[in-house]
């Protein structure tokens, strides 16, 4: 397998000069080092996702753009597609799909927003749905795609990777087969959508051990997975620019009992590369999973860190050029290592 990996790396990177150049989509959170990334590197990025809409299960859609954000995306004509995602939890989005006047109060506020700020679609990023709300999801994407479609506008779709198309063995991935995975019917997404982003990023959480965030394996599965249901040329690959930072929590609960806390956090490469040099780590890069990642005493307990770099961006860019996929998306700006910038061409205008 080892061997395997090496070689379609090899061949990708000799072969992506040759490619259409794939689309960059980045996303944006409302964080200061998000937008100061988007704002040095904004000649660079094909596609802004910012996260600034939210819908509940009425269907009132709330939020609005960073006017500078906006602005600035403008001038450098940069296509804004903004995340709606849903702001009641689980329920609540359920009673939403379920409700045709509470979807159409959501997609005519979308119309609006749209017409109001000049942006140039929305991309939905619903999560933690029940599987057995698969076809009430497909029929939102559906209505509101031919909605937005009668203006001009585009619709994406950020999906679970949900391969191999089942609720697999073990309870853990039954879990993440009925309340993540199993919601996406990507066949029938991709009829209607005109982007499918595939977050294969996450193979290893806050919910589990330690490992990679996007190994190399497990993102070819997903995304040859995917491919036998979704276009290439409807296909965006998800690129993880964070890390994940796992160590051993405080065991005393608020209420004063006790358990087992074994933690994870988030960290982005201006906290993970400055980590490593203060505790004397030595980073390591795996050849299987095209990841680094470095491991440190505090305490006398092991913590470990996994943290996509500019190397395990530049392999995977390579693999998003060699599918002749139509892009990548990348979560989130201001995480990343700062050369991977240095692996992107100028953006392509259209």
């Given at each position: ?6 070689l379609l790396?090899?061949?990708?990177a ?34 802004l996702v ?16 960073n ?6 995306a ?7 597609e903004?995340?709606v995602?849903?702001s009641?939890?689980r329920?609540?989005f359920h009673d ?10 959501m997609?005519e506020?979308?119309l ?7 942006y ?10 029940s ?14 795609a031919?909605?937005?479609h ?17 609720a697999?063995?073990?309870?853990f991935?039954?879990?993440m087969?009925?309340?993540?995975r ?15 982003c595939?977050m294969?990023?996450?193979q ?16 070819l ?14 296909l965006?690959?998800?690129i ?9 929590g ?24 400055p980590l490593?040099?203060?505790?004397h ?25 996994f ?7 530049r392999d995977?860019?390579?693999?998003v ?16 290592d700062?050369?991977v ?10």
């Amino acid at each position: 397998m080892k061997r395997l990996i090496l070689l379609l790396v090899a061949t990708l990177a000799c072969g992506s000069a040759f490619a259409k150049q794939p689309d960059a989509l980045f996303y944006l959170m409302g964080s200061q080092k998000s937008v100061n990334s988007f704002e040095a590197h904004v000649d660079k990025i094909g596609l802004l996702v910012p996260t600034w809409y939210g819908v509940d299960n009425q269907g009132l859609v709330s939020g609005g753009p960073n006017l500078y954000v906006l602005n600035m995306a403008k001038a450098h004509r940069v296509p804004v597609e903004p995340i709606v995602s849903m702001s009641a939890g689980r329920g609540g989005f359920h009673d939403l799909m379920h409700d045709e006047t509470a979807k159409q109060h959501m997609i005519e506020a979308m119309l609006q927003q749209a017409s109001e700020y000049g942006y140039a679609g929305f991309q939905f990023d619903f999560e933690s749905i029940s599987w057995t709300d698969r076809d009430a999801y497909t029929l939102l994407v559906k209505q509101t795609a031919e909605a937005l479609h009668k203006h001009g506008l585009k619709l994406s779709i950020a999906v679970v990777p949900n391969a191999p198309g089942h609720a697999g063995v073990g309870p853990f991935s039954k879990w993440m087969w009925q309340y993540w995975r199993g919601v996406y019917d990507l066949a029938a997404l991709s009829k209607y959508a005109d982007l499918i982003c595939l977050m294969t990023y996450d193979q290893h959480t806050r919910w589990t051990v330690p490992g990679p965030v996007d190994g190399m394996p497990w993102m070819l599965a997903q995304l040859n997975y995917a491919l036998t249901l979704v276009p290439k040329e409807k296909l965006s690959l998800g690129i993880a620019l964070y890390g994940y930072h796992w160590y051993t929590g405080d065991p005393v609960k608020a209420d004063g009992t006790e358990a087992s806390n074994i933690k994870a956090d988030y960290i982005d490469a201006d906290e993970s590369i400055p980590l490593a040099k203060e505790q004397h780590a030595d980073v390591q890069w795996d050849a299987v999973e095209h990841e680094s990642w470095y491991y440190f005493y505090r305490d006398d307990m092991r913590e470990w860190v996994f943290m996509p770099d500019a190397h395990s961006f530049r392999d995977r860019y390579a693999v998003v050029t060699q599918f002749g996929l139509e892009g990548f998306c990348s979560w989130v700006l201001g995480a990343e290592d700062p050369k991977v910038w240095d692996e992107l061409p100028v953006a392509q205008r259209h």
